[in-house]
């Protein structure tokens, strides 16, 4: 039996080997794995390095996997986030958020987005931007690292320490401002802080001048499938402004609004 052999009993009866691989595959990178270490990846997910270069080109050709520039790897590609848009938006994720996002937008006159996480990043899956030259240049589909951002911060503060371990062994933390925290023992107090408030705030954190704030998503099972933020000028997210106990009440009563459409039953007080 060669390594890219599975015991015929365990397969389905219909089951398609070539399939299966790829699948395989499109799992690990998801994983936040980036097959820099073509030899490495083949034993990883049992496939042997010859099949897994014409995997990979295949599924390049496909847009499945985009190509890191400067030989770091591959990630999940645009075509992927595209089909898994549409799941979602067939699942409900969103079209349920985006009039709560206008209504955000209304409220608070700020732009408002929501995210999933793809391992260490961010996709953007939905926006919705007030009339204003301070609206939010991120396009949906855009990928933005996970511990630098809001939604990012308050989805990764779901993770158990194992798992947040897990995700980021051997991946340094890119910093994006002096606010970036750059160790995994600093981006755990961080998210800590973020588990603890039921929200996670940036004040020129990652961009100059860009504030913002995010709260979780939760789906019928309780699971922190998503996020969504706010983003506006630094100085109205910062501490002493007025606004900043309203941009909190208002967004977590958004989040409870999706959430509760999605079927999601398990809102408490300390979420409020």
């Given amino acids: 039996m060669t390594s890219d052999d599975t015991p015929e009993k365990s397969r389905p009866e219909y089951s398609v080997p070539p399939v299966e691989r790829a699948f395989r595959l499109l799992r690990h990178i998801a994983a936040g ?11 990883d997910i049992g496939i042997n390095r010859t099949t897994l270069i014409r995997l990979l080109a295949t599924l390049e050709a496909e847009r499945m996997i985009d190509a890191v520039p400067d030989g770091g790897g591959y990630r999940l590609g645009t075509g992927l ?5 549409q799941a979602l938006n067939e699942r409900g994720l969103v079209p349920t958020a985006r009039p709560v996002l206008r209504k955000l937008v209304e409220e608070l006159n700020l732009s408002a987005h929501l995210g999933v996480r793809d391992g260490r990043d961010i996709v953007y899956l939905a926006r919705e931007t007030p009339n204003s030259h301070l609206a939010s240049m991120v396009r949906e589909g855009t990928r933005l690292p996970a511990h630098a951002t809001t939604i990012g911060r308050i989805l990764l503060a779901s993770l158990s320490n194992s798992e947040l371990n897990e995700l980021y062994a051997g991946h ?7 606010k970036t925290r750059t160790s995994l023992e600093d981006l755990r107090a961080q998210l800590e802080n973020d588990r603890t408030r039921g929200i996670s705030w940036s004040v020129a954190n990652f961009e100059p001048d860009i504030g913002s704030a995010a709260v979780t998503v939760y789906d019928n099972q309780g699971s922190a499938i998503a996020g969504i933020n706010v983003t506006g000028h630094a100085s109205t997210f910062s501490p002493d402004n007025p606004m900043v106990g309203r941009i909190e009440a208002t967004l977590k009563e958004a ?7 999605l079927g999601y039953r398990g809102w408490g007080a300390d979420q409020m």
């Fill in 255 to 261: 989040a409870r609004e999706i959430s509760e459409a």
């Fill in 172 to 178: 340094p933390l890119e910093a994006f401002s002096d």
């Fill in 81 to 85: 986030i595209t089909l898994a848009s």
């Fill in 33 to 43: 794995n980036r097959c820099r270490n073509m030899n490495q990846t083949a034993k």
